[in-house]
């Protein structure tokens, strides 16, 4: 016999729980920036002025953002199965190197769409066959999923070191990279899009990977809630014993899901590549693998979730970025502790206010509902 | 001073729209048995989690020995000398007896002294109500009966005078039951008071002296056990007239459809739960599996769903062999017409965050009547769930409703639903009616009764005897991993029971 469990609306579960505790992170974040001595009001300000206050401050915050996207995308899809993909950073590194050859490649001889569908390709196959070795233990061998994807991404760190010093170099270079990429190598930005609202997009490099972003998005919707694999994978992911009364495959379904969502995190590797760099260099996922993390928990693994969390993370990185410029007490390193309070209070503490926000609306409901109860304390 | 050990006046709780307890007012006297009877949902754990303070009412009045106390919490509960058996065991499985009794009530940072002490109190505590545990065995290695009897003791050792039990009877065999029972006799006579809280009327008329029944969160009746019968008491339980034995005609048996032939199982651990079993289920007849939970009938299940692959031996569905010692294909068993209604329907029959319509698919999910284009219609989805709610009265009516808050009964109705629309050759049912209310226990056992009747072949495993005896055409009674016995339901329930023990003919002695 169960008791009875209390129960949000939609609104209150996917709405109101967030932005309850964003705002507890947002005002923790405000007492570290009062403690180095600034203003916790001007560095809100400055944060939403340098996110949202010119249209450069809006392409750039979309950019992050669309890395974020894909991040959380493909650690979304993982969490479904069951599995905490947290090699989505060094899946989008590896597939950075498919991105760099079919940009080297063909950047002189192909137009940049055709060059971007081979370039989409490859980087999905490197991301997943960076994701199909852990997965491949953890279905075969029950090696846990979390330590092999962390250690694969010291595996990709390092090669990918290897592979800028001594590989892909152009001849006669000092600096561990590919060369630069003609036209063919080279994403359109969407300056049109924000000039649609009236904004200049400036140096931002927003560019169609975020079109590709949203689409992907939606497909992942499809897949998961519509289709017989998202079925097959929410059972994994909810029961492993409903899962295999059903009949469903479990290893079968731990590989194809983490190929999914190395896949996933590989697009990723198009943004900085193709979208701002145009060339494959050290570094260029810079953590956007951990923040997907995140944004996965934050948008509670739905992709309607994920899109405004991978924005708030953008508003965090730009916005950031603009107050430690401004704001010399505020290192670079103060925004990443604002950062981290937001995934703590969004992710990891996402539970906290749950009992009271349930007792909250209880009362609210029994308040203006039944006149039976309304009387009495 | 008072002859009222516990009285509530005028308890309420809501959960959100969910009326729990309604103005529940209960009186148990002093040195008494008092059972708390009613389906489930109908507000008896709710009742019970407010009184031991899990809960707190949203108004309304508890009286411990006529002092009105508030309980915010167990630790309150038991100050005030309130201790509860819960049906869930809470032991730590790889702690000893005298570890567990002491658990939270250790006396001290260091743990030498409380030890001793802990030890002497327990060997009265046993001698004092004549319940014998070793000390030192550890809980996950004592039988259940025993464990049960720590968590008894755990109880008396934080000074309990009122012993609440949920459903204690649940994973017992006939006979420890009954021990049990001897037991909570006894502690009456000694003067404390116990508060019984099941669902099974048989149980209320052997032991209880008052009993309260609960029925949609309102208190619809007491009775003193004396005054009352079965009948009466189904009938508040759930606001009409209940059958309570199933009208069945003669089985008439047709051809082989389920043959099993010395099938050997393991567990995940290597130890050999099945044993060299044969038996055959035919058409038209209901073949019962009786045994106490544990016997191997749990892995004999999986075995022929192909959820776990047997080490020996060979199934025929149909005349066909299936592939029992391989890797298992419960979807090509579907598709050659197995029904499953597994044991354990919280777990395995049913995934209780989808919501009911895509439950309603689990494992038939790949069928292309779902799809349209490669993605599933939702639509015809949940349109066949709809019809399947209604045939089979599902309630709340709601395809888009999240499984798990449907109440036992109906969720076990969905997985029914599932498996037996899809006209099933053979169908193995384990313990449909478990967690279930009467009102929908009837329902069930009617279904299946008429799955027999249009020529199906069930293989019913149940851990309740009655429930054994009233559906089936032929008895296996299971001990140890093998099949005892073979009888006929009109066998007494003892000859059965003490199959069950693994005592047959031989005249040794249990242990």
Excluded at chain 1, 34 to 50: D, H, N, R, T, W
Excluded at chain 1, 176 to 181: A, L, N
Excluded at chain 2, 260 to 280: A, I, P, Q
Aim: net charge negative; charged share 20%.
């Amino acid at each position: 016999m169960s008791a009875p469990f209390a129960k949000l609306p939609a609104w209150a579960e996917y709405g109101l729980i967030p932005l309850i505790n964003l705002i507890v992170a947002f005002l923790v974040a405000g007492l570290v920036v009062l403690f180095v001595g600034e203003s916790p009001i001007q560095a809100a300000y400055l944060m939403v002025k340098g996110a949202f206050g010119s249209g450069e401050g809006v392409g750039f915050t979309l950019y992050y953002a669309t890395y974020f996207i894909f991040t959380g995308l493909a650690v979304a899809v993982a969490f479904h199965a069951g599995l905490f993909n947290i090699g989505g950073e060094g899946q989008a590194y590896i597939a950075g190197v498919g991105v760099a050859l079919v940009c080297l490649q063909y950047d002189t001889t192909l137009p940049w769409y055709l060059v971007f569908v081979l370039a989409v390709a490859a980087s999905v196959a490197f991301g997943a066959l960076w994701a199909l070795i852990p997965a491949w233990l953890q279905a075969k061998r029950g090696s846990h999923i979390v330590i092999t994807t962390i250690m694969f991404n010291y595996i990709a760190s390092i090669s990918m070191v290897y592979l800028l010093t001594r590989v892909l170099k152009p001849l006669g270079s000092m600096a561990p990279q590919t060369r630069t990429f003609e036209a063919g190598g080279q994403l359109p930005r969407l300056d049109w899009l924000l000039a649609l609202f009236g904004l200049d997009v400036g140096y931002a490099p927003f560019n169609i990977t975020f079109l590709l972003s949203l689409a992907v998005a939606f497909g992942i919707w499809l897949l998961l809630w519509r289709s017989k694999l998202g079925y097959e994978i929410r059972t994994l992911g909810h029961s492993p014993s409903a899962a295999r009364y059903a009949g469903i495959n479990q290893a079968k379904i731990i590989i194809v899901t983490m190929l999914i969502s190395g896949g996933l995190a590989g697009l990723t590797a198009l943004n900085p590549i193709m979208g701002d760099q145009y060339r494959l260099q050290l570094d260029f996922v810079n953590g956007a693998g951990f923040v997907g993390i995140a944004v996965a928990l934050m948008g509670r693994s739905h992709p309607a979730g994920i899109i405004p969390a991978a924005i708030l993370f953008g508003v965090l990185y730009q916005g950031g970025a603009e107050i430690s410029f401004e704001m010399p007490n505020i290192s670079r390193d103060m925004i990443v502790v604002i950062q981290g309070l937001v995934i703590l209070f969004a992710g990891a503490l996402e539970h906290m206010f749950r009992p009271t926000v349930i007792r909250l609306y209880q009362r609210m409901v029994a308040g203006s509902g039944k006149p039976a109860t309304a009387t009495g304390e | 001073m008072s002859d009222i050990a516990i009285e509530l006046k005028g308890i309420d709780k809501s959960f959100g729209p969910v009326h729990a307890n309604k103005n529940i007012n209960l009186k148990v006297r002093k040195g008494s048995i008092h059972g708390i009877i009613g389906e489930n949902g109908a507000g008896k754990s709710t009742l019970m989690s407010i009184l031991y303070g899990f809960y707190q009412a949203d108004r309304g009045e508890i009286f411990v020995d006529g002092k009105k106390i508030t309980i915010r919490d167990p630790n309150a509960a038991i100050a005030a000398g309130i201790g509860m058996v819960h049906q869930h065991f809470m032991l730590v499985e790889n702690f000893t007896v005298l570890e567990n009794v002491m658990l939270g009530a250790e006396g001290a940072a260091v743990l030498n002294r409380g030890i001793v002490n802990a030890r002497a109190e327990l060997k009265r505590l046993e001698e004092e109500y004549e319940m014998e545990v070793n000390p030192d065995a550890i809980i996950e290695e004592l039988p259940v009966g025993l464990q049960q009897r720590v968590e008894i003791l755990k109880a008396f050792y934080r000074k309990a005078d009122i012993l609440i039990l949920d459903e204690p009877t649940g994973v017992l065999t006939p006979a420890e039951a009954d021990h049990l029972f001897r037991i909570l006799a006894q502690l009456r006579d000694e003067g404390k008071t116990v508060i019984l809280i099941t669902h099974k009327l048989r149980e209320i008329m052997a032991i209880t002296d008052e009993v309260s029944v609960m029925r949609r969160g309102e208190m619809v009746a007491s009775r003193k056990t004396s005054e009352t019968n079965v009948e009466e008491l189904a009938e508040l339980m759930v606001g009409r007239r209940v059958l309570l034995n199933v009208e069945k005609g003669v089985a008439l048996p047709k051809e082989v459809r389920l043959s099993v032939k010395d099938l050997t199982v393991k567990d995940s651990r290597g130890v050999t739960m099945v044993e060299n079993v044969s038996f055959e289920v035919r058409a038209g007849e209901i073949v019962g599996i009786a045994g106490v939970a544990g016997n191997g009938q749990s892995e004999l299940l999986e075995a022929i769903a192909g959820m776990r692959s047997a080490v020996q031996g060979e199934v025929m569905l149909n005349g066909k062999s299936t592939d029992v010692t391989g890797p298992g294909d419960p979807a090509d068993l579907r598709a050659r017409k197995l029904g499953h209604v597994s044991e354990d329907r919280h777990h395995t029959g049913l995934v209780l965050q989808f919501e009911e319509a895509e439950n309603a698919i689990l494992g038939y999910h790949g069928s292309p009547e779902y799809l349209r284009g490669g993605l599933y219609n939702m639509n015809a989805i949940r349109e066949a769930a709809t019809v399947e709610i209604e045939k089979y009265d599902i309630r709340p009516p709601n395809p888009r409703l999240k499984t798990a808050n449907f109440s036992g009964g109906n969720q076990q109705k969905i997985v029914l639903a599932r498996e037996m629309e899809r006209d099933p050759d053979v169908l193995i049912i384990g313990q449909p009616t478990r967690g279930v209310d009467v009102g929908a226990i009837e329902f069930i056992h009617k279904r299946i009764i008429e799955m027999r009747d249009q020529g199906k072949a069930v293989l019913l495993v149940s851990v309740e005897l009655d429930e054994i005896r009233s559906l089936s055409d032929r008895i296996l009674v299971m001990f140890d991993g093998r099949i005892v016995g073979e009888r006929t339901p009109d066998t007494s329930e003892s000859e059965i029971g003490l199959l069950m023990a693994g005592i047959e003919g031989k005249m040794e002695a249990a242990e």
